[in-house]
């Protein structure tokens, strides 16, 4: 499995970086209006920073704007792909933008059915939201297992399952578990995925039988 860092604050881009295995980046226009900056400064410098995939989301909701947006977006950098929202709309755009030869990952999904669309629509990542369906009480990995069995039914389809909304390291594992090709984790998830109290404790205690012996 992949690990995107879905975030759009430049210095946790740049520490995830560091750890050697990040994958990619995926920006939305939440975490872009936290960020402070124009969207141009934060997907520039993001794309300085990694080589694999940028998503940028769009913000228009009418296909003709989808279009030109993501045209322009595409522009900046060799590594912008473009996130439409799972609507008619935006599945429109996305077949357009696929056939002009642009990334699109199709992002605001919440069943199987959305994407199967997206992936008949030649979506490069389908981004079903796990969080947010577990914050409404429904089982939202589950929604990315079935997503997975269902692709993986047809070998026409190429479109890349990216777990999205991904509220804790459990539901990395869960992801991982479920096949998912990519995980887009918030920059403190990863942190807490290196977490363990015996980690800690076992290099505490491997230290000091070092240090007494010196
Ligand atoms: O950026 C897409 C998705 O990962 C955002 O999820 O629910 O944390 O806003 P959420």
Same mark, same amino acid.
């Given at each position: ?123 490069? @990542? ?27 039914? @047809? ?60």
């Amino acid at each position: 499995m992949e690990f995107f860092v879905d975030t759009a604050d430049v210095d946790e881009v740049r520490r995830a970086e560091d750890y050697g295995f990040l994958d990619g980046v995926t920006t939305n226009p939440s975490l872009v209006a936290d960020s402070g900056r124009e969207l141009e400064d934060v997907v520039l410098d993001i794309c300085e920073m990694v080589e694999g995939p940028v998503s940028v989301e769009v913000t228009a909701t009418e296909t003709e704007g989808m279009l030109e947006e993501g045209r322009r977006y595409a522009e900046w950098a060799d590594n912008v792909i473009i996130k439409v929202p799972l609507t008619p709309d935006g599945v429109r755009a996305c077949n357009r933008l696929t056939d002009d030869g642009i990334g699109v990952n199709v992002t605001l999904c919440f069943s199987p059915n959305q994407a199967l669309l997206a992936a008949r629509a030649g979506a490069t @990542y389908i981004s079903p939201f796990v969080g947010r369906l577990d914050d409404i009480g429904h089982p939202g990995m589950e929604s990315v297992e079935t997503i997975v069995d269902i692709y993986d039914n @047809y070998d026409h389809i190429e479109t890349e399952v990216l777990a999205a909304s991904i509220r804790h390291p459990r539901h990395v594992t869960k992801a991982a578990l479920a096949d998912a090709d990519v995980a887009t984790v918030p920059f403190d998830v990863i942190e807490q995925m290196f977490q363990h109290p015996k980690t800690d404790l076992g290099l505490e205690s491997f230290l000091d039988d070092w240090n007494d012996a010196q």
